[in-house]
């Protein structure tokens, strides 16, 4: 909360003090919720603008535009979106917005750096707050071709920590607080606000008769799906009934659904592609076994989503942040590998007991997370760069 100070008692001769107004906030980001490659990242930077917005902030998000999505309109919260650009032009789109003077009125500028930032920076001198959900190392060769990649770890690695030198930085996890020190940026500007996580409704589900896997997020080759494909495989001779759910869309689907159709499992896979919040809940909460097979996750939104519904968890120990979203042995199992995690998955659909204590675990474990303390930690930071 800014420092509202106190208004003058009238008749001393003096004219009352002006409260100052909440500053607005633009944040910077590729993309949003409504494009159909965003993810957990955009949910974070929209809760969190929501929140300001309520609060009395004004809030403008710029991101990418895409078919369906206007360029321009306010939410019922009353954050603004602006859309322009595309995957790679949204960068160069959001320093035309600002020389055009679309940020008058903001205050501070949050950059959300999903690998590459927009560089706001250079060509501003109001504040900026980098949000880093996570380092992108791994992740740059496997998404784009060897010269792009190097392009982008040396954006990310070396220009950019250089270019927000005496930046506030926030990002989700202790982790990728770890990981931003080893590229140079002084843990002492680092907040971690960890992601929330909406309220089961509270609405029974039962638990399907059938073992069920689930599988929810983004389809993009670093969430590495096809390892939940082979636990499928592997384990359908002892379970016959087993069944995994895909939940989520991306441009990798025709190559899960071919490696679906390699594996011999087409039959026992369900591709659902982008699910409500009402579907999301009974997936979660009808599921044996959530898995999370990512690359790299700044933190694992979908770990505390299907917590939140008594489901557990296996994710692998060095994906960065789901080795603090998830409390291995307490609330889900952390694998070393994909031998263990497959092998994991088996002894859990094996063992009821065990599943049932670690879903016990983890739903404790999720009461820990709201998105309206995610956005009252985030408010601080915003009003401790303006001052």
């Not at 009353?78 to 205050?107: C, K, M, S």
């Not at 220009?159 to 990981?179: A, I």
């Not at 039962?206 to 997020?217: F, K």
């Not at 983890?362 to 820990?368: D, E, G, P, Q, T």
């Amino acid at each position: 909360m800014p420092n509202l100070g106190r208004r003058d008692r009238p008749g001393l001769g003096r004219r009352p003090e002006r409260r100052p107004e909440r500053p607005g906030i633009a944040i910077l980001n590729w993309r949003d919720t409504g494009h159909p490659e965003g993810g957990g990242s955009e949910l974070y930077a929209e809760e969190v603008a929501a929140y300001l917005a309520r609060r009395g902030h004004r809030v403008t998000i710029f991101c990418a535009a895409y078919d369906g999505a206007p360029a321009d309109e306010t939410t019922a919260d009353g954050v603004r979106f602006l859309r322009n650009g595309g995957r790679r032009t949204v960068y160069l789109h959001a320093f035309a917005q600002w020389i055009r003077g679309g940020f008058r009125g903001h205050d501070v500028i949050v950059d959300v750096q999903n690998g590459m930032p927009c560089l706001a920076r250079l060509y501003t001198r109001r504040p900026v707050i980098v949000l880093v959900h996570h380092v992108h190392r791994e992740q740059w060769r496997v998404v784009l071709g060897p010269l792009a990649a190097r392009f982008g770890w040396w954006v990310e690695s070396w220009l950019s920590p250089r270019v927000h030198r005496g930046c506030q930085y926030v990002t989700v996890s202790e982790v990728t607080r770890r990981e931003l020190a080893e590229l140079g940026v002084d843990p002492a500007r680092v907040a971690v606000v960890h992601n929330g996580t909406p309220v089961a409704p509270d609405r029974p589900v039962a638990r399907s008769a059938d073992p069920s896997l689930l599988v929810l997020g983004r389809l993009v080759p670093h969430k590495r799906v096809e390892i939940a494909l082979r636990a499928l495989a592997e384990l359908a001779p002892e379970h016959p009934s087993l069944t995994l759910t895909v939940a989520g869309r991306g441009w990798w689907l025709p190559e899960l659904q071919a490696e679906a159709d390699r594996l011999g499992v087409a039959d026992r896979v369900r591709f659902a592609g982008f699910v409500d919040d009402e579907e999301k809940h009974e997936l979660l909460a009808s599921s044996w076994l959530h898995l999370a097979p990512s690359l790299k996750e700044g933190w694992g939104l979908s770990v505390i989503e299907a917590a939140a519904h008594g489901t557990p968890s296996i994710a692998f120990a060095a994906a960065g942040g789901v080795a603090e979203s998830i409390q291995d042995g307490e609330t889900g199992l952390l694998a070393a590998d994909e031998d263990e995690f497959v092998a994991m998955t088996g002894k859990l659909l094996a063992n009821q007991a065990d599943r049932e204590h670690l879903g016990e675990g983890a739903r404790l474990h999720a009461r820990n997370y709201s998105w309206d303390e995610t956005g009252r930690q985030f408010a601080a930071i915003v009003s401790a760069c303006r001052s």
